[in-house]
């Protein structure tokens, strides 16, 4: 007979980790967004001699992108449980 914590098949370190992939998605997106932003200032400052107020204004904007959309994948998690 199966123990119950196997009954899915999988082990305790696989659930925690299919546990934690919401969590960790919702992180990246904030990376990503970041770096999108960061990105996006380098490339303001190089063509229009901004130096440094695009990187400044589009990390602003990747940092408030970012949290919008951790905050919306965590507002999604917290309906789904």
């Given at each position: 007979?199966?123990k119950?914590?196997?009954?899915?098949?999988?082990?305790?370190?696989?659930?925690?980790?299919?546990?934690?992939?919401?969590?960790?998605?919702?992180?990246?997106?904030?990376?990503?967004?970041?770096?999108?932003?960061?990105?996006?200032?380098?490339?303001?400052?190089?063509?229009?001699?901004?130096?440094?107020?695009?990187?400044?204004?589009?990390?602003?904007l990747?940092?408030?992108?970012?949290?919008?959309?951790?905050?919306r994948?965590?507002?999604?998690?917290?309906?789904?449980?």
């Open positions: 007979m199966a119950p914590e196997e009954k899915d098949g999988l082990s305790e370190a696989a659930r925690a980790e299919r546990s934690a992939g919401p969590y960790l998605d919702a992180v990246w997106r904030m990376v990503a967004a970041l770096l999108l932003g960061a990105g996006a200032g380098v490339l303001l400052d190089r063509k229009l001699h901004w130096e440094p107020w695009g990187v400044v204004v589009g990390l602003g990747g940092l408030g992108l970012g949290f919008w959309s951790l905050m994948s965590l507002s999604k998690l917290g309906k789904r449980q």
